[in-house]
């Protein structure tokens, strides 16, 4: 079965660091991988997705994510924080499958990201 | 531009009542999602559509239905409110199950409060 994990409920950054959160998945085959970000009271957001090809892929915002198939994991990164980087960000994850709902993408629980000044 | 509008944003009901939450897009997607945020458990899939007259049962749908009856509309029905259906609803829409080139478009969300 499809699953993603996100190990941080919480990362607390100051501005201007560099900032990682965490993503692991498990699937069968080769995976698609997503991060969403969501903002208080608002609908998720599409930050970037990894299909095929380039390991490190690059999204809105300045975030950036690496693929590393041997350790199954997709963490979010960007070099330098923002203050209004602060808010609930979202691993997803679906198989590449030929029927059935395994195509349905699978969100880890989120991790909230606080960056301080 | 096209996009996916939920309504109404807030809504408290009481214990016992039947609730119709709306779900309307635009993008002409086939697959549509209705999903539930919640504290420690992130979102959870409630029902999907793959098309008009095809729907399923997500991770968790007890206490759940919809219909789709063309391809914009998804609306969730809560038949018999209940307090641990207290929570924020989100509704999603995607071109294609697979491969999952574009990911979803989600609405803004509909906050549920049972009373």
């Known amino acids: 079965a499809q699953s993603v994990a996100q190990p941080e409920d919480q990362v607390n950054v100051a501005e201007g660091n560099p900032l990682t959160v965490k993503c692991t998945y498990s699937?069968?085959?080769?995976?698609?991988l997503f991060w969403y970000v969501q903002y208080p009271n608002r609908g998720l957001q599409f930050l970037l997705k990894y299909i095929t090809g380039d390991n490190l892929v690059k999204g809105s915002y300045g975030f950036e994510a690496e693929f590393n198939k041997s350790q199954t994991s997709f963490h979010l990164k960007k070099p330098s924080a923002l203050v209004s980087d602060s808010a609930l960000y979202f691993c997803?994850?679906?198989?590449?499958?030929?029927?059935?709902?395994?195509?349905?993408?699978?969100f880890g629980k989120g991790t909230k990201l606080s960056v301080k000044p | 531009d096209a996009e996916i509008t939920q309504s109404p944003r807030h809504k408290i009901t009481e214990t016992g009542r039947q609730v119709t939450l709306a779900c309307h897009q635009t993008?002409?997607?086939?697959?549509m999602f209705w999903y539930r945020q919640d504290l420690g458990h992130g979102l959870r899939l409630i029902h999907y559509?793959?098309?008009?007259?095809?729907?399923n049962k997500g991770e968790v749908s007890d206490g759940y239905s919809v219909s789709r009856s063309n391809t914009e509309d998804l609306p969730l029905t809560l038949e018999s409110a209940a307090s641990s259906q207290t929570s924020v609803y989100f509704c999603?829409?995607?071109?294609?199950?697979?491969?999952?080139?574009?990911?979803?478009?989600f609405g803004s969300g509909t906050r549920l409060t049972v009373v």
């Open positions: 699937v069968s085959g080769n995976p698609y």
């Open positions: 997803a994850v679906s198989g590449f499958y030929y029927g059935g709902s395994q195509g349905n993408l699978i």
């Open positions: 993008w002409n997607h086939n697959n």
């Open positions: 999603a829409s995607s071109e294609e199950r697979r491969p999952l080139l574009y990911g979803y478009t």
């Open positions: 559509s793959y098309g008009v007259h095809d729907t």
